[in-house]
C-alpha cells in the first residue's frame, strides 16, 4: 500500500512540475507575407491555334 502511494504522490509531484515549467515556456514565431509574381506564357498556344486555323483556307 505504501508503494502505491510512494508511486502515486511521486507521480502527481512529476506532473505538477511538468505543468509549472511547461507553462513558462513561450515561444515567438514571426511570419513574412510575400507576394508571389507569377508569369505565364500563353504565346506558343495562341500560336499554334493561328497556325490550325490559317492553314485550313
Do not use: W, Y
Not at 507521480?11 to 514571426?30: H, M, P, R
Request: proline share 2%.
Amino acid at each position: 500500500m505504501k508503494k502505491i502511494r510512494r508511486f502515486l504522490l511521486s507521480a502527481l509531484l512529476g506532473l505538477a512540475s511538468a505543468a509549472t515549467f511547461g507553462g513558462c515556456l513561450s515561444i515567438k514565431t514571426e511570419h513574412e507575407i510575400k507576394p508571389i509574381h507569377i508569369t505565364m506564357d500563353v504565346n506558343l498556344k495562341v500560336q499554334k491555334e493561328l497556325e490550325n486555323f490559317l492553314s485550313l483556307d
